[in-house]
């Protein structure tokens, strides 16, 4: 960065760059600015996607993706750029094989501004994809966030039936399961994990700039070595498990 900025009384710099290679203390890294650079956090798709998704994998119960790509900012920008910090904006695709009674799906995720075409069944008056949000486009209609479009589907339809258990809080509920309750809904073993991995292998797509092949079972990736290395990327001395 070019400056020596000492780093804050409160702060133990070494603790809190963990496994990462040693660097000087900036307020570019901490506090939250680290979400978007690639040693300390996983940018704005790893940061939401993980939210925004898992009603995806509860609803479709998804295996591991058959292949993902990317295109982002950080095509156009330099090494020294795209290969420390999350983009700012991207596109990012996944595609997962039938299961079961379920027919194969594509997952597309776009941030940073960027945004699908709107479906022609979305009123005009209603702003489209300002926000936070999830399109599922579906044999029999189309859901934007928890709505069926048209609102007159919505109407039509009704309110559907309650299928998964309502969750008492994320508080209460990460409590109770620490006391050995019931598992958390977005509990590491059924969930949480799966969902992580998947979103991972995105940004992998966006660093590499490949198609990428997944070896769901073996944890890699086919046809690049380059994105296999950042996988389990090397911890810092001292920090090996």
């Known amino acids: 960065m070019g400056q020596n900025i000492p780093v804050p009384a409160h702060l133990n710099w070494d603790l809190w760059l963990g496994p990462a290679l040693e660097r000087p203390y900036h307020p570019s890294y901490h506090p939250f600015a680290w979400r978007g650079w690639w040693d300390f956090g996983t940018g704005v798709l790893g940061d939401i996607g993980c939210h925004q998704l898992s009603a995806v994998f509860k609803a479709l119960k998804p295996d591991h993706p058959t292949w993902v790509e990317a295109c982002s900012s950080n095509h156009q920008c330099p090494p ?132 990428l092949l997944w070896d769901g079972p073996n944890l890699r990736f086919t046809n690049s070595e380059t994105a296999n290395q950042l996988i389990n990327p090397p911890y810092r001395a001292g920090w090996t498990v």
């Open 80 to 211: 020294e750029i795209a290969n420390e910090t999350a983009p700012a904006s991207s596109i990012t695709r996944w595609s997962f094989p039938a299961s079961g009674g379920r027919a194969a799906f594509t997952v597309h995720w776009w941030d940073g501004g960027l945004k699908p075409p709107c479906p022609e069944e979305f009123e005009d008056s209603r702003k489209f994809a300002e926000s936070d949000w999830l399109l599922i486009i579906g044999d029999k209609g189309k859901m934007y966030g928890d709505q069926l479009i048209p609102s007159v589907k919505a109407k039509e339809f009704g309110k559907p039936p309650r299928v998964l258990e309502r969750s008492p809080g994320h508080y209460v509920e990460w409590v109770q399961a620490c006391k050995g309750g019931a598992p958390a809904g977005s509990n590491f073993v059924d969930h949480a994990a799966h969902l992580a991995e998947v979103v991972l292998l995105g940004n992998i797509a966006i660093r590499t700039k490949e198609k």
